[in-house]
């Protein structure tokens, strides 16, 4: 079974722009959960989605979006980057949401210049 | 919101010693506690977790107990060897109702074994 796959794995950014992060979830996994990880703050909750629907939302500003479609793959969204917004995302996969085990992929690393 | 507080930060044990990672939460709503390990440049990985009606799970030679009443959950690797380096993130969520993926983590512990 293929696991959680991201793309791009890396990307680098000026300000201003923005930067569109895709996941494909495990074949069968409904949930799609997305996470920042930084040095200086760890790994913080950014949403997720279930059945294309936003169930959840983490303490992010507006200028970070997602969706999802109805074969369950995410993508998440920054708009108007800033330097704050180099991290790695990653995105984590769950058959329903309920049980609480993840299923992390490789990440996304982002370089705002 | 939750609050998970994990230590050390660092941990440096030899080969074949026992490792211990201590996290307190403070939701007490919190009822499911999972542990990650992410090697270097590498996805955080599930390596065992604990819910809130077991005291301790144990996997081999990874165990962790949770003390609901105290709020504290805590991994025990015994037998270390060198593939256990890595960093380790405890976790919390409340399970079910569709918020158990929102995991508040821990500040991670970097485990080294040595020769």
């Known amino acids: 079974k293929a696991g959680v796959t991201q793309t791009p794995r890396y990307l680098i950014k000026t300000r201003g722009q923005q930067v569109t992060l895709s996941c494909s979830p495990i074949?069968?996994?409904?949930?799609v959960s997305w996470y920042q990880q930084t040095p200086g703050q760890g790994l913080q909750f950014l949403f997720e989605?279930?059945?294309?629907?936003?169930?959840n939302k983490g303490n992010f500003p507006g200028r970070f979006s997602g969706r999802q479609f109805s074969n369950s793959r995410s993508e998440m969204n920054v708009s108007t980057l800033e330097l704050g917004d180099s991290a790695l995302y990653l995105c984590?996969?769950?058959?329903?949401?309920?049980?609480?085990?993840?299923?992390f992929g490789e990440g996304s690393r982002l370089t705002v210049l | 919101g939750e609050n998970v507080e994990q230590h050390p930060s660092t941990l440096s044990v030899q080969e074949g010693d026992s490792a211990v990672i201590k996290c307190t939460y403070s939701?007490?709503?919190?009822?499911?506690f999972p542990w990650y390990k992410q090697e270097l440049g590498k996805r955080p990985q599930l390596i065992i977790d604990?819910?809130?009606?077991?005291g301790e799970k144990k996997d081999q030679r990874i165990a962790v107990t949770l003390n609901k009443t105290a709020k504290h959950f805590s991994l025990h690797i015994t037998e270390t060897q060198p593939e256990d380096s890595a960093v380790y993130f405890c976790?919390?969520?409340?399970?079910?109702?569709?918020?158990?993926?929102?995991?508040?983590f821990g500040t991670g512990t970097r485990l080294q074994v040595t020769l």
């Open positions: 984590a996969s769950s058959l329903n949401g309920l049980t609480g085990e993840l299923f």
């Open positions: 074949s069968g996994h409904r949930s």
């Open positions: 989605y279930f059945s294309e629907t936003q169930r």
């Open positions: 939701d007490s709503a919190s009822n499911y």
């Open positions: 604990i819910r809130s009606n077991v």
């Open positions: 976790a919390a969520s409340r399970g079910g109702g569709g918020t158990a993926s929102k995991l508040t």
